[in-house]
């Protein structure tokens, strides 16, 4: 693990050493039974839970908890844009005729279509109805959800710790249509693991990332959470802008395209954020996040 700096100090550091998260921790090797039975409780989501204070940390989806891999490499996300331009502009294309790696849905779609020369206005005028084209295409296609994707090394470790301590708020901030980022999160047997009552950003929502982030927390606060820090972990620069821009501290990975430089680069306060080559030491990581002493 690299870092550029310490993370912000926490000042209810008590709540992540308390007696039933660690004992959780010790005993997951020696008693699966135990650890089930105290994550499910540890989804239930009491008045007393809600009041405390709270780290939100929230995930972007590709490159930063999945990979594409093999020759149908996220499959199901690819051809949900080729439907939507196929069945509103009659298009046969994919989103491989434009560079997509860290930028939103709706963004991908605006930028395929004028590559194609589709006028401005009609852009505008149709640039939804891909994006519904689309979810039509996963909701109809969500068996095939998980074909060409699997999770990065220490993925399901980190989350399975944060889910069940009773200080963090887990949930996804990505570029993804809601229905389709939930989709692959289904069939790679993770979105348990997410707090159901944060919906966090999405594509959906808009097409600017750092927007993403901020919608994250408002939904966060409007839950009735009381969020002390924030974290957005990410493997683009648009991770780490979006990050900065809306008040959240980086977590930039290399697991994507860009290096641990590329991400250093882009990030403005170097003392703040954090930097790892992957999840894999799920301890490192929680240090570095000031949950684990």
Not at 96 to 123: A, N, Q
Not at 252 to 268: H, K, N, P, Q, Y
Not at 279 to 292: M, N, R
Request: negative net charge.
């Amino acid at each position: 693990m690299c870092s550029s700096g310490r993370a912000i100090h926490n000042q209810h550091s008590f709540l992540s050493s308390s007696l039933p998260l660690r004992c959780s921790r010790r005993h997951r090797r020696r008693s699966v039974r135990f650890c089930s039975a105290f994550k499910k409780k540890s989804f239930i989501v009491t008045t007393t839970n809600m009041s405390s204070i709270k780290t939100l940390l929230t995930f972007d989806v590709d490159g930063t908890l999945i990979k594409s891999v093999g020759e149908n490499a996220n499959r199901f996300h690819k051809n949900a844009f080729s439907y939507g331009f196929k069945k509103i502009f009659g298009l046969d294309t994919t989103i491989d005729v434009v560079s997509h790696h860290g930028s939103t849905d709706k963004l991908i779609i605006r930028s395929v279509l004028e590559y194609h020369e589709i006028p401005g206005e009609k852009i505008e005028n149709e640039l939804e109805n891909v994006a519904n084209a689309m979810v039509e295409y996963a909701t109809e296609n969500m068996h095939d959800a998980g074909n060409g994707i699997e999770l990065l090394p220490g993925v399901l470790e980190l989350l399975t710790e944060l889910s069940e301590r009773d200080d963090c708020i887990v949930t996804l901030v990505t570029g993804n249509l809601q229905p389709i980022a939930w989709a692959k999160m289904t069939q790679l047997g993770i979105k348990q693991y997410f707090n159901d009552a944060v919906r966090g950003g999405f594509g959906s929502d808009h097409e600017q990332r750092s927007v993403l982030v901020s919608i994250a927390h408002e939904r966060a606060t409007e839950n009735g959470f009381k969020v002390d820090k924030r974290f957005h972990f990410g493997d683009t620069h648009n991770d780490i802008t979006a990050a900065e821009t809306s008040g959240a501290i980086p977590v930039g990975l290399a697991t994507g395209i860009w290096s641990l430089d590329d991400l250093r680069e882009v990030c403005v306060d170097k003392e703040k954020g954090l930097f790892f080559e992957s999840l894999q030491d799920t301890d490192q990581v929680l240090k570095a996040l000031e949950l684990l002493s």
